[in-house]
């Protein structure tokens, strides 16, 4: 089964994780084959050494950085395969089983073209799988550390929403595909380990854009402007409204309470209305019935591993 599955990895200059992640795969069954890795412009010979230790992987080199959105977008449409498991260079499914499981659930219903690992944002090891409840679940979204699509759906609605730049494409995603009849599905003991710490992400308060190097308060415009921008393309008409101010006021208290980011909040509010053309022309918005069907399904896109 696990033939049927290539890896998508984008990396830019962080090759001790990139290698960690790429011997844990093999470890577990992949072939270097099946590996499709875009390097975004790396400065610290990141494409070099994996052509010298792992010569059968796919790998290409941007010797001018397009950012990880393009390049997921490139290697869903490079691989040809049934299934593209996506991870990030910092991140790994533990076992073959977990990956197989996956796969069996995807193919068990047609209307699922999405499977989601459920994840650990964490340095130390997650709990064991038999540790963890069995449950199936469906989701809104999905989250781009761990996560499979199938090619069908990929044929069907094509690339990511690249304007977006960063943060929130994969519930983007997830509403196209839900308005083409797919759902993402999840098992809350099929995890991916995505090995970072969370507390000193969030001390990172630079307005750094270097294109893979994105500080903490370029992350926040971005991802509260893009999750404006979809609640006003995707949302009924009254419910956008709602959502959108309640989302808003989420953003402030964050960003200018919380985080004391208040240029940062301006920009982001700047950013959301540049997008208003945008959202005329593209508007693709769900019927009252869509919406609350898909409402119903839990949000897990946050990375948290409580479950309720």
Known sequence: MIEKVDIIITTKNRLSDLLFTIRQMISIGFSQQQFYIIDDGSSDDTFNVIKKHFPLINI??????????????DMMTWSTNKYILSLDDDSHIRSLQDVEDAITLL?????????????????????ER????????????YIG????????????????????????????????????????????????HHRIDLLQREKQKSTVNAKGIYGREWRNIHLYSNNLIITVLYYPLGVDLIFFCYRLCIALYNMVIREKQLGGFFEMFRRTITFIPYIFKHSDKL??????KWFTYQDMTDGNSKLV
């Not at 941007?62 to 390049?71: D, F, V």
């Not at 650990?120 to 709990?127: A, R």
């Open 130 to 141: 038999k540790e963890l409840p069995d449950a199936i679940r469906l989701l809104r979204g």
């Open 145 to 192: 550390c761990g996560h499979i699509i199938s090619r069908e759906l990929i044929e069907k609605i094509g690339r990511y929403r690249e304007e977006l730049v960063f943060y929130c494409e994969e519930l983007d995603y997830s509403l196209r595909a839900f308005k083409q009849g797919y759902n993402v599905v999840s098992k809350d003991n099929l995890i991916v």
């Open 60 to 73: 290409r080199f941007n010797s001018i950085s397009k950012g990880y959105m393009t390049n997921r977008s």
């Open 287 to 292: 019927s009252y019935s869509q919406f609350f």
């Open 107 to 127: 193919e068990s219903n047609k209307a699922y073209g999405i499977f989601h690992f459920r994840v650990f944002n964490q340095i130390e090891v997650p709990p």
